[in-house]
Nanobody, 118 residues
Framework: VKVVESGGGLVQPGGSLRLSCVASGIAFSRFNMRWDRQAPGKERELVAEITSAGDRPNYADSVKGRFTISRDNAKNTVYLQVNSVKPEDTAVYYC????????????WGQGTQVTVSS
């Protein structure tokens, strides 16, 4: 199983990024997908999650209205559109695949760094 994030980088405040996460070696359509982030000195926190069917997205209050999670089951890929970024969005963003029935079956990626700075 491999979970690989991409799309991070340096972005100015107010800018946008699209993060991608490709999960291979699993029945992707049976997994809920989730983005978490961890800023320096802070605990990892939920950013957004989406069900295996691609419905019922859930967002942290801090990103509602700015971030959008989506998925393409044909491409085994989940996306996080990140708009109107703020310095406090700076963090390593992690993608994980969580089996929709057996939630203990969870696979993490290595993370992608997002840095918001002018």
């Amino acid at each position: 199983v491999k979970v690989v994030e991409s799309g991070g980088g340096l972005v100015q405040p107010g800018g946008s990024l699209r993060l991608s996460c490709v999960a291979s070696g699993i029945a992707f359509s049976r997994f809920n997908m989730r983005w978490d982030r961890q800023a320096p000195g802070k605990e990892r926190e939920l950013v957004a999650e989406i069900t295996s069917a691609g419905d019922r997205p859930n967002y942290a209050d801090s990103v509602k209205g700015r971030f959008t999670i989506s998925r393409d089951n044909a491409k085994n890929t989940v996306y996080l559109q990140v708009n109107s970024v703020k310095p406090e969005d700076t963090a390593v963003y992690y993608c994980s695949a969580i089996h929709s029935v057996v939630s203990a079956s969870r696979f993490w990626g290595q993370g992608t760094q997002v840095t918001v700075s002018s």
